[in-house]
């Protein structure tokens, strides 16, 4: 005799609850009693983050759905932006990780506030209103800063710059990227830690550093830096993913910024 078959629907929810998404999807198709308990809300309310209703109720947007499940999915297909179109919110569909991606309004941009050095346009690929194009500095310093607690706990994860370069580019061949918790690191001990990135296509080929991927939404990304996200009993602050050239006399422009993505890895 199938042991399951004397358990109630309630009990295997409770047990598929300990498992992952995929099992859950997989277990539906054992038969009519374990897929009207695998789709139950019990076991993909485990699923989503339990901060989940606090997050969709931030959305510029009203989340329509019609289950827990229906929910699950709809925030790992379509990002949904919030707190006035200046943060994009999903989840990583294999595990339900939390996704972030801090749009240029988002970030600490030296002179940015500045229309001879940066200028705030749109771009028809972009989830946001707005990106940010640099005109011309000397000075490059891109900061994007989130609260740990607002992510997934016990993760790894990544940030990556979500960019595009202008035909026109100059000066963008290799910039310092680092990541640090704010509170555990100074700005100086990142800095001496930090690693190279190239954001320009046509860099010199003796130039060594982390080179851009292409994305499927029409964007390039680079990795700026990791870490791990301990347990919900220790709370690591903010933490901060920075780009910075500061050679002298080192002009850069041509570079267009979509924001900052922290996902897990």
Same mark, same amino acid.
């Given at each position: ?5 004397? %358990? ?31 789709e139950s809300d019990i076991v993909w309310d485990k699923f989503l983050p339990s901060d989940h ?30 707190? #006035? ?11 339900? !990780?939390?996704?972030? =991606? ?36 000397? =000075?490059?310093?891109?900061? /994007? ?5 607002? =992510? ?39 800095? #001496? ?5 190239? %954001? ?6 003796? =130039? !060594?550093?982390? %080179? ?12 700026? /830096?990791?870490?791990?996200? /301990? ?9 901060e993913a920075r780009l910075l050239d500061s050679r002298p006399s080192h002009a850069k422009s041509?570079?267009?910024? #979509?924001?900052? #993505?922290?996902?897990?890895?």
């Amino acid at each position: 005799m199938n042991p399951f078959t004397i %358990l109630s629907e309630g009990c295997i929810s409770d047990i598929v609850s300990f498992t992952t998404p995929a099992d859950a999807v997989r277990s539906s198709v054992i038969s009519k009693g374990f897929k009207s308990a695998a789709e139950s809300d019990i076991v993909w309310d485990k699923f989503l983050p339990s901060d989940h209703q606090d997050i969709v109720s931030r959305s510029v947007y009203p989340v329509i759905f019609y289950s827990k499940k229906d929910l699950y999915f709809r925030l790992c297909e379509s990002p949904i932006l919030l707190d #006035e179109d200046r943060l994009s919110f999903w989840l990583d569909k294999t595990n339900g !990780k939390k996704c972030y =991606l801090l749009s240029a309004r988002q970030l600490t941009i030296s002179f940015s506030d500045t229309q001879l050095f940066w200028e705030h346009t749109s771009d028809a690929d972009s989830r946001f209103p707005e990106v940010v194009f640099l005109n011309g500095v000397d =000075l490059l310093d891109i900061r /994007g800063k989130i609260g740990t607690r607002a =992510l997934s706990t016990r993760t790894n994860y990544a940030a990556y710059l979500v960019f595009k370069i202008s035909e026109r580019y100059h000066g963008l061949e290799s910039t310092n990227a680092m990541v640090r918790f704010v509170n555990q690191q100074s700005e100086d001990e990142a800095e #001496e830690r930090a690693t190279v990135v190239i %954001l320009a296509a046509r860099a010199p080929r003796h =130039l !060594k550093g982390r %080179l851009p991927e292409k994305r499927t939404d029409g964007w390039l990304e680079v990795e700026i /830096g990791n870490f791990y996200n /301990g347990g919900s009993s220790h709370d690591n602050g903010d933490v901060e993913a920075r780009l910075l050239d500061s050679r002298p006399s080192h002009a850069k422009s041509g570079l267009i910024i #979509e924001g900052v #993505e922290f996902r897990p890895i």
